[in-house]
């Protein structure tokens, strides 16, 4: 059966790659961008997850072509890095707009219809910043441990809903966002990581998938994490 997904930031990188895993399944698939449109096959919204507005906007557009979002991928994200001695404060709210209220945001949005159809996969992209910490990053770590409480309370307070809410925290990945990372820096991450390799875009979004079927509907609260073993013990 097609379902409608949402996934924000699915304009590109590993959204884009959950995104399409979706639509190869057969669901209608749904992708905010801020001004760059949509790839081929997939709804653009235009969302900035930083605006309420927004947000009610794109569910609105989502809900007349699609139906009421019935998965729901809060991929959205960014990074500002600074040792906390030269972080701004500016810094620090901004990213837990975005990558923490941001998922709030549209959690809040999709959750009605979700109770509604006493059905609903909700899905937190994290990362294992948040898990194990990570020098330079207080804010985006901060904002990703803070979506695990978050995925863990809605865990709870949906599941005689019908709805799950669960986290994947992947490891190093292969994105815009770590394109400035030295290779040396990748290196030293990589010497940590038992399988020698983290994950690709395609083995993130292959759980996102798993984690939205019928086959997981056991399973809420959880912290899927994907690194290649590299936070074993986090
Ligand atoms: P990219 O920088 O490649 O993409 C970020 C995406 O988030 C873009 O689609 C961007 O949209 C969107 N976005 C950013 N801010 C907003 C906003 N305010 N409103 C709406 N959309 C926004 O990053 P990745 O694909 O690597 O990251 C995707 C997710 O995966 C993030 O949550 C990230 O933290 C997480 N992650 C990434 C890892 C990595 O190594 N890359 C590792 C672990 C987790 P736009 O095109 O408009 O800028």
């Given amino acids: 059966m097609t379902r409608s997904v949402l996934v924000t930031g699915g304009n590109r990188g590993l959204g884009l790659a959950i995104a399409r895993a979706f639509a190869a399944a057969g669901d209608a698939v749904a992708v905010t961008h801020r001004g760059s449109g949509a790839p081929d096959g997939l709804l653009g919204v235009k969302c900035d997850v930083t605006d309420s507005s927004q947000v009610a906007r794109a569910f609105e557009e989502i809900k007349e072509a699609h139906g009421p979002v019935e998965v ?4 959205a994200g960014i990074t500002d890095d600074a040792l906390l001695l030269r972080m701004r404060e500016e810094s ?3 990213v837990i707009d975005t990558n923490l209220t941001g998922a709030y945001r549209v959690a809040r949005a999709a959750v009605s219809d979700m109770i509604r159809a006493r059905h609903g996969r909700m899905i937190f992209i994290s990362s294992v910043a948040g898990t194990k910490g990570v020098p330079g990053q207080a804010n985006y770590a901060a904002s990703k441990a803070g ?8 865990a709870r307070e949906l599941a005689a809903r019908g709805v799950t809410s669960n986290v994947i925290a992947p ?3 292969d994105t815009d966002m770590t394109s400035e990372l030295t290779d040396r820096y990748k290196q030293q991450i990589l010497d940590e990581v038992p399988l020698g390799r983290t994950a690709t875009l395609d083995e993130i979004a292959a759980a996102a998938v798993w984690l939205a079927s019928a086959d997981a509907a056991s399973v809420t609260g959880q912290v899927i994490t994907i690194d290649g073993g590299g936070s074993l013990g986090h």
């Fill in 72 to 75: 729901l991928v809060s991929n």
């Fill in 92 to 94: 620090f709210t901004r």
């Fill in 147 to 154: 979506l695990i409480g978050l995925a863990r309370a809605l």
């Fill in 171 to 173: 490891g190093l990945l």
